[in-house]
C-alpha cells in the first residue's frame, strides 16, 4: 500500500511490524502521552501484553487512512 509518501518513500517501510507506544509514537510523529490518549479514546488499537501495550503496524495504518 503506497501510504504517506515522504520525500518519495513510504514512512512505514522501516517500521516494524509490532511496536511499543514510543515506536508507533514516533512514527506518528507525536508525544508518548498523545498517542496513549488516542489508544484510552478507541482511535489506535492496541494489545496488552505483560503490562505494556503493543500497537500492530497495521492498526496505525488504519488509524491513519481514517483520519
Known amino acids: 500500500i503506497p ?3 515522504e520525500g518519495g ?4 517501510n522501516d517500521a516494524p511490524d509490532v ?3 514510543k515506536e508507533a ?3 506518528l510523529r507525536c508525544g508518548r502521552t498523545k498517542f496513549l490518549q488516542l489508544i484510552y479514546d478507541g482511535y489506535i488499537e492496541a494489545r496488552m ?3 505494556k501495550y503493543i500497537i ?3 492498526d ?3 488509524y491513519i487512512l481514517r483520519c
Do not use: H, W
Open 3 to 5: 501510504l504517506i509518501m
Open 9 to 12: 518513500k513510504n514512512m512505514l
Open 19 to 21: 511496536m511499543t507506544v
Open 25 to 27: 509514537a514516533r512514527v
Open 49 to 51: 501484553v505483560c503490562g
Open 56 to 58: 500492530l503496524k497495521e
Open 60 to 62: 496505525l495504518i488504519e
